[in-house]
């Protein structure tokens, strides 16, 4: 990304108001603590399971089962944009960006939150 590209906070934060906007950077990998009983269960055969262990774990004062796996779109971006005033952000797979600025890109180009609130509007 050139210096031209770039985006600065301020500008980004701007942007994510106007449009309501959430971005959800998915992570590499995912690290879960679940109870030693599953430690033969299918589930956590499968090939994204790239670590399963037991292991003694403080907090609960006995042997966990600890797994990382890899998901499914590791490494990606999800955008989650204001389609109403609601305060709950449920992401969905529907389109995901393999860079920060892609998702941007994204943001700019769907509607902003005002249009939205005028669409609620002409419900009747």
């Not at 108001?17 to 959430?22: D, P, Y």
């Not at 679940?34 to 042997?63: L, Q």
């Amino acid at each position: 990304m050139s210096k031209h590209d770039m985006i600065d906070l301020k500008e980004l934060e701007e942007l994510l108001v106007e449009h309501g906007a959430c971005i959800r950077a998915i992570p590499k990998t995912v690290i879960s603590v679940v109870e030693v009983r599953h430690v033969n269960d299918p589930e956590y055969e499968r090939p994204e399971f790239i670590r399963k262990e037991v292991v003694y774990v403080e907090r609960f004062k006995r042997e966990m089962l600890v797994t990382e796996r890899v998901p499914h779109h590791a490494g990606m971006f999800l955008v989650k944009t204001g389609e109403d005033t609601s305060s709950m952000v449920r992401f969905s797979g529907k389109k995901y960006y393999k860079t920060l600025k892609e998702a941007i890109e994204a943001i700019k180009e769907s509607p902003k939150m005002s249009e939205a609130v005028e669409k609620v509007k002409d419900y009747d």
